[in-house]
């Protein structure tokens, strides 16, 4: 069975990871993995590799930089050839990147299957580049793997076939589990220099944030209240550096920002930093999902999310931009106990064993395995 795995963004590695390890397991399987190179950096993707333990990539497409539709092309016109020479059973894509449904149409446009993994998840905002992604790669993939039960409803309701629909769990927390010996044992937080449950972690890079300079700097005030009463400590995205450095040269002037700015860090430091901090502010789609796993309190920056589940029974919260209830809501959570809360149905570390029984059996002809969530 030939499997193509495509990868090309930060949030794509820690998803792939343990769908390959699965995948390698099983001799049957032939692998292939292909890095568009949409991310390049070491800090962005090399770093990523050595600690997620991912093979390196037998195809880079070096694809880089660029809009949207350069770079959604350019992985198309790449990976074409590759398919054609592989001819795989099955093409396996991850996520919401502009790789993610580069990957998608030109598989299927080759006749070949895609099985997508975190398929469903729907932020009802079509202003985000990433939602468009989702909505096309799920329109044409023949396997949607979905972590949450939203995911599920929302593919129904646009229409899709439930059987191909598979309630599977979340690879994201595979990952956070098969590298929890490592990360609890990491010694970021010394090296950083602060109080084990007593800081503040914050990401931001959405463009509706970060690009839109009077929201980046409601954004950096509301992080320089906070940062009076919490230790706030900020890697920092590429695309967010040049604006931030703008924007926060005014608010230096003006006392400084409070949050203290360090580069991005690699998956295991960064996930040993969140697991022993008392409040992450993001508005990444990820950290809302490994934050529910971790039992960290967690506020998105955003108007919507797409993984609704985190806040009916995770530990995260949607406050917006305005920066008022940023900082009410951060001090609500400093003055609170912190909640054991449950983890979501299948966020157990086991989804790639689940996604990669799937795949296997459809190959071999088999009926799926009974979806344990629907099996009543
Ligand atoms: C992309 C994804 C987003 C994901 C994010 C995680 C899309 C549409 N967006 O956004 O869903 O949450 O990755 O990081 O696919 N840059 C570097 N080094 C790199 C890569 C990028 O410096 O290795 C800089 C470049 O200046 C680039 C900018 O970051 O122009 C933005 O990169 P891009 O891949 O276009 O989008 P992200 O904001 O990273």
């Not at 398929?119 to 202003?127: H, T």
């Not at 899709?160 to 769990?169: L, T």
């Not at 299948?346 to 086991?350: A, E, Q, R, V």
């Given at each position: 069975m030939r499997i193509v795995n495509i990868v090309g963004a930060r949030p794509n590695f820690m998803k792939m990871a343990p769908l390959l390890r699965e995948m390698r397991r099983h001799p049957e399987i032939t692998t292939t993995l292909v890095h568009t190179g949409q991310h390049y950096d070491d800090r962005m993707a090399g770093q990523f590799f050595r600690d997620l333990q991912i093979?390196?990539?037998?195809?880079?497409?070096?694809?880089?930089?660029?809009s949207h539709a350069f770079q959604t092309a350019e992985v198309m016109k790449r990976l074409e050839p590759v398919l054609t020479d592989v001819r795989p059973h099955v093409v396996v894509v991850v996520g919401d990147v502009n790789s993610t449904v580069a990957g998608a149409i030109t598989s299927v446009k080759l006749g070949i299957p895609v099985a997508h993994v975190e398929?469903?998840?729907?932020?009802?905002?079509?202003?985000?580049p990433e939602e468009i992604n989702r909505i096309l790669t799920d329109a044409i993939s023949d396997h949607l793997f979905v972590t949450e039960e939203s995911g599920r409803e929302n593919l129904l309701r646009e229409g899709?076939?439930?059987?191909?629909?598979?309630?599977?769990?979340n690879v994201m927390i595979d990952s956070l589990e098969q590298s929890r010996p490592v990360w609890e044992r990491s010694d970021v937080v010394e090296k950083l220099g602060l109080p084990r449950g007593g800081y503040g972690v914050v990401t931001l890079h959405r463009p509706s944030n970060v690009d839109d300079p009077a929201t980046l700097r409601g954004l950096v005030k509301a992080l320089g209240e906070i940062g009076r009463r919490l230790p706030l400590v900020f890697p920092v995205h590429p695309r967010t550096q040049s604006r931030l450095e703008a924007v926060d040269a005014e608010s230096a002037s003006a006392g400084g920002s409070g949050a203290r700015y360090i580069a991005p860090l690699g998956y295991l430091e960064f996930v040993g930093l969140m697991a022993s901090s008392r409040l992450v502010l993001t508005d990444s789609g990820g950290l809302q999902e490994e934050t529910t796993a971790l039992g960290i309190p967690c506020l998105t920056?955003?108007?919507?999310?797409?993984?609704p589940i985190t806040v009916t029974q995770g530990?995260?919260?949607?406050?917006?931009?305005s920066p008022d209830r940023i900082v009410e809501e951060a001090m609500a959570v400093l003055a609170a106990t912190q909640a054991a809360m449950a983890r979501p149905p299948?966020?157990?570390?086991?989804a790639a064993e689940r996604i990669v029984a799937i795949l296997r059996n459809t190959w071999r002809g088999g009926a799926t395995p009974t979806d344990r969530t629907h099996a009543s």
């Open positions: 093979q390196q990539p037998d195809i880079s497409l070096e694809v880089g930089s660029g398929a469903g998840l729907r932020s009802f905002d079509r202003s985000m899709v076939d439930a059987a191909k629909i598979h309630m599977v769990g920056l955003r108007e919507h999310t797409e993984r530990t995260n919260r949607i406050v917006g931009t299948l966020w157990d570390g086991h």
